[in-house]
């Protein structure tokens, strides 16, 4: 799925330079998760070969009463979000339904927050699944491009509390796709 002014070979160079983006944050930035002694040893971040069938184009099915939800923290916090629509779209020879979030200090109604985890989490990937930042590209639809996905900052460092996907968002497929798990 490439639109009309890019071609594979730029979707590709895209999401490298994401991912070198990803690690130089993770690497040289003060607000890295990562400890300045972890940063002495760390080399790179591990993530799935770019599959293009991974980017997905999503139906957004909007959520009438957009409630608030505290969603619990990893470390037993809870944290407000916006209940603001679902993507529906197909993958994996299965329809899946995600439910997409909103942070109530968003002041850009077309973005959006999507903590999931799937077949790998646990395993290949973070075992408190992953996010992704995902923005409104149409009026009734949303691109969600699982090469995009990446590691919470509780995944780094203990210290840190991460959202938990919610239980809308536990997939019963294999995402093979973004960041794998942190190589201590």
């Keep these: 799925m490439f639109t009309a002014a890019e ?36 080399k790179s971040l591990t993530f799935y070969e770019i599959n293009p069938s991974y980017r997905v184009k999503a139906r957004l099915v909007p959520i009438e009463s957009k409630k608030v939800r505290e969603v619990p923290l990893t470390d037993g916090s809870r944290e407000k979000y916006i209940e603001h629509s679902f993507a529906e779209f197909e993958l994996g020879g299965k329809t899946n339904k995600l439910l997409l979030l909103q942070s109530i200090k968003e002041t850009d109604m077309r973005n959006f927050f999507l903590a999931f985890a799937d077949e790998t989490s646990g395993r290949e990937t973070y075992g408190g699944g992953r996010f992704l930042n995902v923005r409104q590209d149409g009026k009734n639809s949303i691109t969600i491009d699982f090469n995009l996905a990446y590691n919470p900052y509780c995944a780094y460092n203990p210290d840190y509390a991460c959202p938990l996907p919610p239980k809308e968002n536990l997939m019963t497929i294999a995402i093979e796709a973004g960041e794998k798990n942190y190589d201590k």
Excluded: M, V
């Design 7 to 42: 071609s594979p070979e730029a979707y590709l160079e895209k999401i490298e330079k994401e991912r070198e983006r990803q690690f130089k944050f993770i690497r040289f930035n003060i607000e890295s998760p990562l400890t300045e002694e972890q940063k002495k040893d760390f």
